[in-house]
């Protein structure tokens, strides 16, 4: 979880912090990232097998935050610097779900659901994985469905970033049931 974290930090939020240059997609190379960690006394125990676990088993909550291709390792999504990711558009599922707080409701009621600090909506294939989701915002989550297949029919573009994760740049509140 900790090794995560950082990962999520030095690629999602704030690579500059650590002299790391992302290419336009979020890439960065593998080797660079494996230098800061053995350059930070809390990191020097992590090996490339360590970054690879997170990579191919997440942290637990069914999401693969990060990719690694060609020697080069990057965040799948939830960047907040200013270069979008970019992900091939695709036929979701009839019904995705997202995992929020109680208190958002009543904005997303108005407004749909929107990206807020993020790039992307994040949406579930399945309410499990968006309750556990959803438990990192509320001690008890609120699941909403979303009516994907009629959003998309209707023009909304849907991104799969990974087996568990779907994302789309806003879900309208017409394609949402409480």
Request: glycine residues 6%; negative net charge.
């Amino acid at each position: 979880m900790k090794l995560s974290k950082f990962l999520a930090l030095i690629l999602r939020h704030q690579p500059e912090r650590f002299g790391l240059e992302l290419d336009d997609e979020g890439w960065a190379s593998l080797a660079e990232v494996m230098e800061i960690l053995r350059g930070l006394p809390n990191f020097r125990w992590a090996t490339r097998a360590d970054v690879m676990a997170v990579v191919e088993e997440g942290t637990g909550d069914g999401k693969r935050r990060f990719q690694v291709e060609e020697g080069r390792i990057r965040a799948r999504y939830g960047h907040s610097f200013a270069r979008p990711i970019v992900y091939e558009p695709c036929t979701p599922p009839p019904l995705l779900y997202h995992g929020t707080s109680p208190e958002a409701l009543e904005p997303i009621r108005r407004e749909g659901l929107k990206p807020m600090e993020r790039q992307y909506v994040h949406l579930s294939p399945d309410p499990e994985t968006a309750i556990r989701v959803g438990a990192r915002h509320a001690e008890r989550p609120v699941v909403l469905t979303v009516h994907a297949a009629e959003a998309h029919a209707a023009g909304i573009t849907f991104y799969q970033a990974d087996e568990a994760v779907y994302l789309a740049k806003h879900v309208p509140r017409e394609f949402l049931s409480w």
